[in-house]
């Protein structure tokens, strides 16, 4: 165990190492009573324009929070105890419950008990943490804090009295200041962005918060630099992460005003950029594509960023620089995972999915990847495994492997995409298995202008002359809702959609079989479904398995 986490250490980029060891290093000082009198002071009761957070939150969950119960990361608490830390729950629900994630939720509740039960919990977290504290005062807890508390602040701090308003307002003033300080102290990717958010709001928001803007744009600038691919999409490769920061980037864009007008029109070209590629990644029914950690979500909260974010509403079918393509015709919608692993650092949701593919038909999601549990740690070896995933796998061996900062990592060698007259071609092939099992994963696949006929093939192609006997395994994991059969003769699989409709599994070059399997694709539910699984062994020249996916009547799904 400390050999792997040295060796996770160590495959980390120098630079967010030496941030980290250097946030790590004055923490000490930030403990000393006298650090707080380094930290600005502020007398003002109220804001002059504060940031609107404009995204819904759950009213059962914040009638749950009024009764004592915090459902944060995946986790219930009943009446915590302590309250910012009660055993057992894990260090992401304790981002969430200091970053106050909750607010919008007892917002969402309405009435007077949600608004005094968030003045009270915040008037809690004040007296308890009112200097620096580990968890309290960590960078991203501070962000998500200090976003929440002034997006939040006309429902629980507009009319609260004056001693409560100066109060939260000069604890907003020491936290920006702090983070400013400290930012980027190790922080990358998504939770970076996060973190900056709310020291740019706390700038734009406050007087005198001149300097906290200006240096969380610079941070801001660098970071969408690194982080926001040329197609658009997120270097995490994570379709609900990259909604996400979409979401914050366009929190940003509101905060700034019309004051900042060059900000503004940079992170416009961003988002514009970033919706374009969000839309790419949606199936029939509105939600996310289940890959590298993504759930599903709600299909009118992607409506909902959409809307805000503007742009073009056509989806690319391509997305070379973050690795995946969509073939769309008539109503069916394949995405395919063409990419690799982001780099170390950034990897630490990463799937071995190389070549995974999801289809939906019409608003019905037909084949899928097997999803992924956030913050469970008994489900994330086997949900980042290649065996949760519709691709091939050889001998039960993952194409990359996928904890962070691991060095084996699948190179895409070839990801090549035509369409003409409504239909779309890719082939695409990765070399996972190149060096362990001597092969090349090679698939094709093709889908008809009607959207009726989907045919694919997967070869194993050798590197080297003994491939012989290389074991492999070809998936289609199914929706919970699809019913499969094995017809007759068993060389296919009927597939029933919950309206009627149905299609047929075709293949040749393998045994097919129908396997269980688990869906993981909607947050807090696992869900047992089945799987369509090819099995065969490669020759000396290798493998070849084709097969298709046709509707049975032929009629639009």
């Not at 549990?373 to 949760?388: E, G, K, L, V, Y």
């Not at 699984?533 to 046709?550: I, N, Q, S």
Request: hydrophobic residues 45%; aromatic residues 6%.
């Amino acid at each position: 165990m400390a050999a792997d986490w040295l060796s996770r250490l160590g495959a980390q980029p120098r630079e967010r190492l030496l941030a980290r060891l250097g946030y790590d290093l004055k923490r000490p000082l930030f403990a000393l009573p006298i650090y707080r009198y380094s930290l600005p002071g502020l007398s003002a009761t109220s804001l002059s324009a504060p940031p609107t957070d404009p995204w819904p939150g759950d009213a059962e969950a914040g009638a749950r929070i009024v009764r004592g119960t915090f459902t944060l990361a995946g986790h219930g608490v009943r009446d915590p105890a302590p309250l910012w830390a009660p055993p057992g729950a894990g260090p992401a629900w304790r981002t969430e419950m200091h970053g106050f994630t909750w607010l919008r939720d007892l917002r969402a509740a309405g009435g007077d008990a949600p608004r005094r039960r968030a003045r009270e919990l915040t008037r809690a977290w004040l007296e308890t943490f009112e200097t620096w504290h580990t968890a309290a005062w960590a960078p991203l807890a501070t962000g998500l804090r200090l976003a929440n508390w002034l997006g939040c602040y006309e429902f629980f701090a507009a009319s609260a009295e004056i001693e409560f308003r100066h109060r939260l307002l000069a604890s907003v003033a020491h936290q920006a200041q702090h983070l400013s300080r400290v930012l980027p102290a190790g922080l990358a990717g998504a939770e970076l962005i996060a973190a900056l958010k709310g020291l740019i709001c706390a700038g734009a928001t406050l007087p005198d918060g001149a300097p906290w803007r200006a240096r969380g744009l610079a941070l801001l600038r660098r970071e969408i630099a690194r982080q926001v691919l040329p197609d658009g999409g997120h270097v995490e490769r994570n379709p609900a992460r990259h909604m996400a920061v979409l979401r914050d980037l366009i929190d940003i864009r509101a905060a700034l005003g019309d004051a900042q007008g060059a900000a503004r029109d940079e992170l416009g070209a961003t988002i514009a950029a970033m919706a374009g590629w969000l839309r790419m990644m949606r199936l029939g029914d509105g939600g996310l594509g289940l890959f590298n950690g993504a759930s599903e979500e709600e299909a009118w909260r992607v409506d909902l960023i959409l809307q805000r974010a503007g742009g073009s509403r056509r989806p690319p079918a391509e997305a070379p620089e973050s690795g995946f393509h969509r073939l769309a015709a008539g109503r069916t919608v394949v995405l395919v995972d063409t990419g690799t692993l982001p780099a170390p650092g950034l990897d630490g949701d990463a799937h071995a999915g190389t070549l995974s593919f999801e289809v939906s038909a019409g608003r019905q999601r037909l084949i899928v990847n097997c999803g992924a549990r956030a913050h469970d740690p008994a489900w994330r070896r086997a949900q980042r495994a290649t065996a949760a995933h519709s691709t091939l796998g050889v001998r039960d061996t993952n194409s990359s492997d996928p904890r962070a900062g691991a060095g084996r990592r699948a190179r895409i060698v070839r990801a090549t995409y035509h369409g003409a007259e409504g239909c779309a071609w890719l082939d695409a092939a990765h070399d996972g298995y190149a060096r362990s099992h001597g092969v090349i994963h090679r698939r094709r696949l093709y889908l008809a202008a009607d959207g009726f006929d989907l045919r694919g093939e997967d070869r194993l192609e050798p590197t080297r002359s003994r491939c012989a006997g290389q074991e492999f395994a070809i998936r289609f994991h199914l929706h919970p809702a699809v019913r499969a059969s094995l017809a007759q003769g068993g060389d296919s699989v009927l597939l029933g959609l919950p309206k009627g409709a149905g299609w047929r599994l075709r293949a040749v070059g393998a045994a097919l079989a129908l396997e269980p399997s688990i869906y993981l694709g909607r947050a807090g539910e696992i869900r047992r479904t089945q799987q369509v699984v090819l099995r065969g062994a490669c020759a000396p020249d290798g493998a070849c398995v084709k097969w298709a996916l046709r509707r049975l009547d032929g009629k639009r799904p």
